[in-house]
T-cell receptor
Framework: NAGVMQNPRHLVRRRGQEARLRCSPM?????VYWYRQLPEEGLKFMVY????????ESGMPKERFSAEFPKEGPSILRIQQVVRGDSAAYFC???????????????FGEGSWLTVV | DQQVKQNSPSLSVQEGRISILNCDYT??????FLWYKKYPAEGPTFLIS?????DKNEDGRFTVFLNKSAKHLSLHIVPSQPGDSAVYFC???????????FGDGTTLTVKP
């Protein structure tokens, strides 16, 4: 499967615990994006990363959330001290290149559903 | 400030008829637009895109129209099929900005 791979698909955490969501981009893609979908809402951009670099984190909450995309291995979205309001679907997407004049299509994974109890 | 808006939360059409999903944007810097389809408990699937240098792009049953002066785009599905029932998201991006900004989605129901 050469698509965007996310795991775990479902994650249950108690309030105050940490959640780690992983994303392996499509083969040949070096750009990763994280989006969040809260219940009954649309897709909200969180962060955009290239290998070892955060390009745009304008959508990341200021506290408790962090993301990385190391030279080797998957991208990781980390949520510390989770609260009930963090319960959502977290989608990772990837693209092959920086935005060109002809546009840039991003491809999504199946998502990780976080439930905080 | 929501830069991409899908003002119709839901749309219901009869099988075989045309489905028209609408999207408005406010950021005049946007120059690339995309439509995604999403089934429950799955990730969004890319459908079709259009660059601002065009006003129409067609792929099979799906056609996207772009009206730059009105900052409006629409997705036409002809003929609609029950399997098209899903949430459709409109997205837009600007030059030198890797991210895409999404609307809140329109739930399409195609009735047999």
């Amino acid at each position: 499967n050469a698509g965007v791979m996310q795991n775990p698909r479902h994650l249950v955490r108690r309030r105050g615990q940490e959640a780690r969501l992983r994303c392996s981009p499509m083969k040949g893609h070096s750009h990763v994006y994280w989006y969040r979908q809260l219940p009954e809402e649309g897709l909200k951009f969180m962060v955009y990363l290239q290998k070892e670099n955060i390009i745009d984190e304008s959508g990341m909450p200021k506290e408790r959330f962090s993301a990385e995309f190391p030279k080797e291995g998957p991208s990781i979205l980390r949520i510390q001290q989770v609260v009930r309001g963090d319960s959502a679907a977290y989608f990772c997407a990837s693209s092959s290149q920086w935005r060109t004049s002809s546009g840039n299509t991003i491809y999504f994974g199946e998502g990780s559903w976080l439930t905080v109890v | 400030d929501q830069q991409v808006k899908q003002n119709s939360p839901s749309l219901s059409v009869q099988e075989g008829r045309i489905s028209i999903l609408n999207c408005d944007y406010t950021n005049s810097m946007f120059d690339y637009f995309l439509w995604y389809k999403k089934y429950p408990a799955e990730g969004p699937t890319f459908l079709i895109s259009i660059s601002s240098i065009k006003d129409k792009n067609e792929d099979g049953r799906f056609t996207v129209f772009l009206n730059k002066s009105a900052k409006h785009l629409s997705l036409h599905i002809v003929p609609s099929q029950p399997g098209d029932s899903a949430v459709y998201f409109c997205a837009a991006s600007a030059p030198n900005a890797g991210k895409s900004t999404f609307g809140d989605g329109t739930t399409l129901t195609v009735k047999p």
